[in-house]
């Protein structure tokens, strides 16, 4: 069974910097590029990073380029997103979806929420 499990959410004054990770197992996590989406209150999901099987190729989404990086540990079957310089919009259920391009499968989400 495919499982997702996401960590580190938490609230963050704007500025700020949290690591979400998401630990994997029931599938060959070195096999697969994974991203994170997120979907804010009232809206729609927004795919916010991938990356490839390898790791040496990343994309982030315009909204958060050069504040989130995206990593993962194909030794341990993590996947992270490191997210600086947090904003009021930035607020959101992070997820982390197997695949790139379709997402088959997606964790249960973690709340991230930045506010002063």
């Known amino acids: 069974e495919v499982q997702l499990v996401e960590s580190g959410g938490g609230m963050v004054q704007p500025g700020g910097s949290l690591r979400l990770s998401c630990a994997t197992s029931?599938?060959?996590?070195?096999?697969?590029?994974m991203s994170w989406v997120r979907q804010a209150p009232g809206k729609g999901p927004e795919w916010v990073s991938s990356?490839?099987?390898?790791?040496?190729?990343?994309y982030y989404a315009d909204s958060v380029k050069g504040r989130f990086t995206i990593s993962r540990d194909n030794a341990k079957n993590t996947l992270y997103l490191q997210m600086n310089s947090l904003k009021p919009e930035d607020t959101a259920l992070y997820y982390c979806?197997?695949?790139?391009?379709?997402?088959?499968?997606w964790g249960q989400g973690t709340q991230v929420t930045v506010s002063s």
């Open positions: 979806a197997r695949g790139s391009i379709y997402f088959p499968f």
């Open positions: 029931g599938f060959t996590f070195s096999s697969y590029d």
């Open positions: 990356i490839n099987m390898g790791g040496g190729t990343t």
